[in-house]
C-alpha cells in the first residue's frame, strides 16, 4: 500500500454472519483494521458492535467510535425465514438506515452484499449478465428486498460523499454454511441421495464463500479507483444517440481486450505448448532461442500470444454494449466499480445435481459405509411438480411443515448460471479456491462442528 | 460397401442405413481434381502428382476427401504437407529401425524432403505405410514444385516436429523409460507431432489468402485443435498402442489410481476396471481441457472448404471421446465410431454455432455417464460446462431461427430478451426527445434528419437481429464411402 492512499478502517455490518466472518478474516489476514456490527456477540478476536441496523443512532454511534471509513454490509435474514415483514425490515429499511448513517458521519466507501437471487424468477437464467433487469414479478419476498435494497445502494452512489457498490454472489457455499449444507446433509441422513428431478442438464453456479469475501475486498479497494473515462453526463452536449458518444478511451480498450484466459482452478491448470513458448523437454541439441522459449512459456502474462476477442453485439462488453450502457446510465461509466452491480460465481457453472453429488461423495469419507449404492431415481420435471403440488396441499390440510415444494422442484430444474466476466476485468476478480477444493474444505468443517454439537447433547 | 452389407445394416440398424443412404444421393462432391479445368491448381497432369494423389488416398482413408474438396492450390498444398508428415511418422513409428539409423534420418528430413531423388527402403515389411517411403522421390519432386510461402512453411514445419520426434524416440532408445510421466510433457509430445501441423496448416491457410494473414500466429488456439484430435487418438489406441508396446498416457494421470504399469490396465477383475475407468476418465477430462480453444479457433475460419476440413476432425474427436468415456471395451479392443454417426457429423459440421451444439449435445452424452464415486466427476462436469457456456456466450439460444421463414425470433421467456427489448425502449425515447429538442429550437426537422432517424432506428433493429452465421452445407462425398470398405 502506497502512503499517498490511506489506508481504509473497516466495518462488516453482519461481521458475525457466514460471510460477513470470512470478510472479517480475510481483511485481518492482510492487515486492516476492521470492526464487526452484528446482533450478538460470537467471537472475540475484533472490536464488536451490538446494535440494530434499523436504529440510525446506535449505526452511526458505531461508526464514530470504531473510525470507519469503509462499510462492508452483509447482514440479510435468512431467505428460508420466510418472513416478509422481516425481510423488508432488514433489508430494505436497515439498508436505507445505513446509507443515511454512512453519509451523515462522512463514510466514503460502502459496499453492499446483494444477491444473483434477485433477477431469477423461475425461468432459466443462461450465462445472464448484469444489464438483465430485475424481473416485474419477484420470486420470493426475500428477493424482492434484497433487489430494493440494491436500487438503494445504486442510487445512493456518489451522494454526501458515499461511493457505492453491489456484489450478487450466486449459490454461497463454505465453511460456516448452515443452510445449503443442513438441507444436503438431511437427504444424507434420510437416504435419499438417489432422487433426482430433471434430467440434469441444467446447469448452475456455486460460489465458494472465500471468493465472495475475497471479491468484497477487491470492491472496496477499487471503489474509489477513477473511470476509465468520465461519464457522458459530464460532457457539454448530452448525447442523445449512439453516434453521439465518443470512441472509446484507450484506458477503456484496454480494460476490454486485454485476454482472460478460461477458469481452470478445479479442472487443472496447464499452458497449451507452442512453437514459441514451450518447455524444452528431452533434447540431444537445444533449438535456437532455447531460453527464449523456455522463458516465453514460464511467463504467466499470455502477451506473448494475443488471443483473438470475438464478440457479438449482445456481449455487454463489445464497443456497442458498452455504448448502450452509457446511454442507459449516463452518470456512471460501464467499466468503473462505483454504482455497479457485480455477479460473483466460482466461474465453474456444472450440471445441477453434481454439486450435491461431491457433497455426498464427501461425505462418504467420514461416514463411510453408510450409504448403499444405488442408481438415480429420475423424477421428470412434470411429474416433479404434480408430486410438490400434491405436497404442499397435503401440509396445507395437515399443518405439517412442507420440505418438498414447486419452488424446490423449479429451483432444481432451471439454469442459473452468470457471465462475470464484468466482474473479471473491472474488479480483477479470479475464483481462488475452486468447486472440488471448496467441497473439501466446506465438509471437513462441517464434520468437526457436527461432533462437536453432537458431543455437547452428551 | 458391398450389397450384402448393406441389406445387413437395413436389417440390423435401420436408421443408420437411412442416414447413409441420405449421405450417398445427397452429399455431393463438389471439386474434381481429375477435371482439366483443374489441372493448374491439383497437379493432376503430372504423373507425379497423379502418384501422390493416389499415395494419399492409400494412407488417408478417412481424410483424402475432405482434403480435396479445399480451395485452389490448397488442395495440392495440404495433400503433400500430409505425405510429408506421413512419411516422417512412418520412420518415427517403425520399431525394427535401431536408433542408430533413425535418428540421423529423422533429423534430416526436413533436408531429405527437398533432396531430388532420396527415397528410403529401410522401413520393415509390415510398416504399413512404407511403401510411400520407397517412393518418397515422387513427393519431393512436387514438394519443389510448390510456390515458395507454402513449401517454407512445410518444411520449417518438418524441421520442429523431426527434432521433437527424435529428442523422444532417444529418449526411449537411452534411457529405458517407456512412460511419459507429467502433463506438461504428453502436452509437449502432442505439440511435435500435432500441435505443430496445427500450426502448420494455419500458416498455409494464411499464407493462401483464403483465411486472414493473422491466423498463422494463434499458436495457442492452432495447438490446440492439433491436441484435441492427438489426444483423442491416444486414448482411442490405448490397446492398439499397448499390443505395440508404445505408451503415450502420462503416469501423472494413471499412476493416481494405483497402477505401475499401464499394461496393468488390461485386467478385467471390477476392481481394476473401476481404476482403470477412473484413468480413463481423468485422460478425458485432460482432453476436454481443449475443447473451447478448438471452438474458438473454429470460428476464426472464413472459407468454407477450409472450415469444413478443420471442423471435421473436431466433431469427429469430441464423439470418440464420448465413445471412450467409461467404456471398458477401449483396454480390450480397438472401438470406432459407427459409421452412421460420421455420416452425421460430416453432414451437419457446416458453421462453427452447429459445430458447438454438436460439442454439447457430446459433452451432455459424456456427463449423462459420469459416476459420482468417479475422482474426476466433478472435474467432467466442469469442463463440459465450459463448452455450455462458450455456446451460449457465442450463439446465445434467445436469439431463435424460425424454420419455415428463416426469420428471427426472440425468446419471450429468456431475461436477456429484455436486455434487447430495454435497449429498443430507450432508443425510441431518445428518437422522441431528438424530435423534441428540433421542434424547442423553433425549427422544424429537415428531410436529412427525417432519413437519420429512419436509418438510425433501422441500424438498431438490423443490430438487434444478430446477424448468424448460416453458412450454406458445403457438399463433402465419399468420406464416409470410404470408411465402409
Not at chain 1, 401 to 422: D, G, L, M
Not at chain 1, 428 to 450: F, M, S
Not at chain 2, 160 to 166: L, Q
Not at chain 2, 269 to 280: F, I, K, L, V, Y
Amino acid at each position: 500500500m502506497t502512503s499517498r492512499k490511506t489506508q481504509d478502517v473497516y466495518m462488516v455490518i453482519g461481521g458475525n454472519g457466514f460471510l460477513g466472518r470470512h470478510i472479517v478474516q480475510q481483511l485481518q489476514e492482510r492487515g486492516d483494521i476492521v470492526s464487526a456490527f452484528d446482533i450478538v456477540a460470537r467471537y472475540d478476536d475484533v472490536p464488536f458492535y451490538p446494535g440494530d441496523i434499523t436504529d440510525q443512532s446506535s449505526v452511526e454511534s458505531a461508526i464514530r467510535r470504531s473510525g470507519t471509513t469503509c462499510i462492508i454490509h452483509t447482514a440479510s435474514p435468512h431467505a428460508s425465514l420466510n418472513k416478509p415483514d422481516v425481510f423488508h425490515k432488514v433489508n430494505v429499511e436497515g439498508t436505507r438506515t445505513i446509507i443515511a448513517a454512512a453519509v451523515a458521519t462522512g463514510v466514503r466507501k460502502l459496499v453492499f452484499t446483494s444477491s444473483a437471487g434477485v433477477v431469477f424468477n423461475g425461468t432459466d437464467n443462461i450465462d445472464i449478465d448484469e444489464r438483465v433487469p430485475i424481473p416485474e414479478v419477484p420470486m420470493d419476498a426475500y428477493n424482492d428486498t434484497k433487489a430494493k435494497a440494491e436500487a438503494l445502494v445504486l442510487e445512493a452512489n456518489g451522494k454526501g460523499g458515499l461511493l457505492t457498490v453491489a456484489l450478487r454472489p450466486a449459490g454461497i457455499f463454505g465453511p460456516g454454511d448452515r443452510q445449503a449444507m443442513t438441507g444436503f446433509y438431511q437427504v444424507y441422513e434420510g437416504g435419499k441421495t438417489h432422487f433426482q428431478v430433471g434430467d440434469n442438464t441444467n446447469m448452475f453456479d456455486w460460489t465458494y464463500v472465500g471468493n465472495v469475501a475475497y471479491a468484497h475486498l477487491l470492491a472496496a479497494d477499487k471503489l474509489d479507483t477513477p473511470p476509465p473515462a468520465p461519464p457522458i453526463s459530464s460532457l457539454e452536449k448530452e448525447p442523445l444517440s449512439f453516434d453521439d458518444i465518443p470512441e472509446l478511451t484507450d484506458a477503456e480498450r484496454q480494460l476490454i481486450e486485454h485476454p482472460v484466459s478460461t477458469i481452470d482452478i478445479t479442472t487443472g491448470r496447464h499452458r497449451v505448448p507452442t512453437c514459441e513458448a514451450r518447455p524444452l523437454g528431452p533434447y540431444v541439441t537445444p533449438p535456437p532461442n532455447a531460453e527464449k522459449i523456455a522463458a516465453a512459456f514460464e511467463n504467466p502474462d499470455h502477451a506473448a500470444t494475443p488471443r483473438p476477442l470475438v464478440r457479438t453485439r449482445f456481449d455487454q462488453m463489445s464497443e456497442y454494449g458498452l455504448k448502450r450502457e452509457k446511454l442507459r446510465r449516463p452518470e456512471v461509466n460501464p467499466l468503473q466499480v462505483a454504482g455497479q452491480v457485480f455477479f460473483i460465481t466460482n466461474g465453474e457453472p456444472t450440471y445441477f445435481w453434481d454439486f450435491p453429488r461431491i457433497i455426498w461423495n464427501e461425505l462418504d469419507r467420514y461416514f463411510p459405509g453408510k450409504r448403499t449404492p444405488r442408481s438415480p431415481f429420475v423424477l421428470p420435471k412434470p411429474v416433479g411438480l404434480a408430486l410438490a403440488s400434491a405436497s404442499e396441499w397435503f401440509g396445507y390440510l395437515t399443518g405439517r411443515e412442507v420440505t418438498f415444494t414447486r419452488f424446490k422442484v423449479t429451483f432444481s430444474c432451471a439454469n442459473r448460471y452468470h457471465n462475470i466476466e464484468k466482474a473479471r476485468r473491472v474488479l480483477g476478480y479470479e475464483p481462488q479456491v475452486g468447486l472440488q477444493e471448496g467441497v473439501k474444505r466446506t465438509i471437513e468443517w462441517w464434520y468437526a462442528d457436527h461432533m462437536a454439537s453432537k458431543n455437547q447433547k452428551k | 460397401m458391398a450389397i450384402t452389407t448393406w441389406l445387413a445394416l437395413l436389417l440390423t440398424h435401420p436408421l443408420e442405413f437411412r442416414t447413409l443412404l441420405q449421405f450417398y444421393l445427397y452429399h455431393e462432391q463438389k471439386r474434381d481434381i481429375k477435371a482439366l479445368k483443374e489441372h493448374p491448381t491439383s497437379g493432376w497432369d503430372r504423373a507425379s502428382m497423379r502418384r501422390c494423389w493416389e499415395f494419399l488416398d492409400m494412407t488417408s482413408r478417412s481424410f483424402s476427401a475432405v482434403i480435396k474438396e479445399l480451395d485452389g492450390d490448397l488442395a495440392r498444398t495440404i495433400a503433400l504437407f500430409y505425405l510429408v508428415l506421413r512419411g516422417l511418422d512412418t520412420v518415427e513409428d517403425d520399431m525394427t529401425i535401431p536408433d542408430a539409423v533413425k535418428q540421423p534420418i529423422l533429423r534430416s528430413f526436413h533436408v531429405h524432403t527437398v533432396t531430388p531423388g532420396w527415397k528410403f527402403d529401410g522401413c520393415g515389411p509390415n510398416e504399413k505405410d512404407r511403401q510411400l517411403l520407397v517412393e518418397y522421390d515422387t513427393v519431393v519432386e512436387e514438394v519443389n514444385l510448390l510456390l515458395p510461402h507454402y513449401k517454407n512453411v512445410i518444411i520449417d514445419i518438418t524441421l520442429k516436429m523431426e527434432t521433437g520426434m527424435a529428442d523422444y524416440a532417444h529418449k526411449a532408445a537411452t534411457t529405458g523409460t517407456i512412460y511419459l510421466d507429467t502433463v506438461a510433457e504428453y502436452d509437449l509430445y502432442c505439440h511435435y507431432v500435432a500441435g505443430l501441423v496445427g500450426e502448420g496448416l494455419s500458416r498455409i491457410f494464411a499464407a493462401s489468402g483464403k483465411e486472414v494473414a493473422s491466423l498463422g500466429s494463434q499458436l495457442e488456439l492452432s495447438n490446440s485443435m492439433g491436441l484435441l484430435l492427438q489426444k483423442t487418438n491416444i486414448i482411442r489406441d490405448f490397446r492398439e498402442d499397448a499390443d505395440e508396446k508404445r505408451f503415450f498416457w502420462p503416469k501423472e494421470i494413471w499412476g493416481a489410481y494405483g497402477f505401475n504399469e499401464m499394461s496393468e490396465m488390461h485386467k478385467t477383475d471390477p476392481d481394476t476396471m473401476q481404476r482403470a475407468s477412473w484413468a480413463q476418465s481423468g485422460m478425458i477430462v485432460d482432453a476436454l481441457r481443449h475443447a473451447v480453444d478448438s471452438l474458438d479457433y473454429l470460428r476464426l475460419l472464413k472459407n468454407q472448404s477450409v472450415f469444413n476440413f478443420c471442423a471435421i476432425p473436431a466433431t469427429m474427436a469430441i464423439a470418440t471421446l464420448e465413445l471412450c468415456f467409461m467404456n471398458k471395451e477401449m483396454f480390450q479392443r480397438n472401438i470406432k465410431i459407427r459409421k452412421a454417426d460420421a455420416a452425421k457429423l460430416i453432414m451437419r459440421s457446416t458453421n462453427p454455432r452447429e459445430v458447438g451444439l454438436i460439442f454439447r449435445d457430446y459433452a451432455r452424452r459424456i456427463h449423462a455417464k459420469a459416476v459420482p464415486s468417479d475422482p474426476n466427476f466433478l472435474k467432467i462436469g466442469i469442463a463440459c460446462g465450459k463448452i455450455e457456456q462458450w455456446c451460449e456466450h457465442s450463439y446465445p439460444s434467445f436469439i431463435q431461427i424460425l424454420p419455415e421463414s428463416g426469420r428471427q425470433e426472440l425468446d419471450p421467456n429468456d431475461p436477456r430478451t429484455r436486455v434487447v427489448q430495454g435497449e429498443q425502449n430507450l432508443e425510441a425515447a431518445l428518437a422522441r426527445k431528438r424530435k423534441l429538442n428540433g421542434i424547442t429550437n423553433g425549427k422544424a426537422p429537415a428531410q436529412l434528419e427525417l432519413t437519420q432517424t429512419s436509418m438510425s432506428e433501422l441500424a438498431m433493429y438490423v443490430g438487434a437481429a444478430f446477424a448468424l452465421v448460416m453458412a450454406l452445407a458445403g457438399g463433402i462425398v465419399y468420406a464416409v464411402m470410404k470408411y465402409s470398405d
